[in-house]
């Protein structure tokens, strides 16, 4: 599966939020999301661990979960291209709202 792919379902990606905090045992991340069987919630992880999102680690009887910030360095180089274009329309929408302001004042 494609890292995009894994990262386009909202789960995922609050699993992701959830490892910005630090590790986790999987436990944890099944309780965070209680709308959701602990086979789903694995499905997810699974998902996460094959794009290379996430590592597992076993602890005694435990799996613990963390974020691989590494491989998100795909997804920012490809969103650094689009940056750019939210940067000159944000400047410009400011430009707007500050020349609509002046206007205003007269």
Do not use: C
């Amino acid at each position: 599966m494609d890292i995009f792919v894994a990262l386009a379902d909202q789960t995922r990606r609050g699993m992701l939020d959830l490892l910005t905090e630090g590790e986790r045992p999987a436990g944890d991340l099944v309780a965070a999301f209680p709308a959701l069987t602990q086979p789903a919630v694995s499905r997810h992880l699974r998902v996460l661990r094959e794009v290379g999102l996430v590592a597992v680690r076993t602890q005694a009887q435990h799996r613990i979960y963390s974020l691989r910030a590494d491989r998100l360095a795909e997804v920012d180089a490809w969103l650094s291209r689009y940056r750019q274009y939210w940067a000159r329309h944000l400047d410009a929408i400011s430009d707007h709202l500050d020349g609509k302001g002046r206007n205003d004042d007269r």
